[in-house]
């Protein structure tokens, strides 16, 4: 069977930190391209940063360099999304996706919330 658990969200202030992660299992997140889209109220889906099978890191916007890193660990089979200096234009339910050729799995989605 396969799924991609995903951990880590919740609420935090304005300049704080928060870690997500995705747990896979049924496939290996290094035999495939893993993207995280985040879906703010009322917006479309929009990419958050990508890496690709080799290693290559990828961002969708200028607004997540520097602060968001994303991150695979393969003998857990698990990628990261480690989110720094968060703003309240953040707040979205971030999702993670993993896709190779015409296979994708898709994260349940966590609630990420950025308030004062």
């Known amino acids: 069977q396969y799924q991609f658990v995903e951990s880590g969200g919740g609420l935090v202030q304005p300049g704080g930190s928060l870690s997500l992660s995705c747990v896979a299992s049924?496939?290996?997140?290094?035999?495939?391209?893993i993207i995280w889209i985040r879906q703010a109220p009322g917006k479309e889906n929009e990419g958050v940063v990508c890496?690709?099978?080799?290693?290559?890191?990828?961002y969708y916007g200028d607004s997540m360099k520097g602060r968001f890193t994303i991150s695979r660990d393969n003998a857990k089979n698990t990628v990261y999304l480690q989110m720094n200096s968060l703003q309240p234009e953040d707040t979205a339910v971030y999702y993670c996706?993993?896709?190779?050729?015409?296979?994708?799995?898709w994260g349940q989605g966590t609630q990420v919330t950025v308030s004062s």
């Open positions: 996706r993993a896709y190779r050729y015409n296979y994708e799995y």
């Open positions: 049924g496939f290996t997140v290094d035999s495939y391209s």
């Open positions: 890496i690709e099978r080799n290693g290559v890191t990828r």
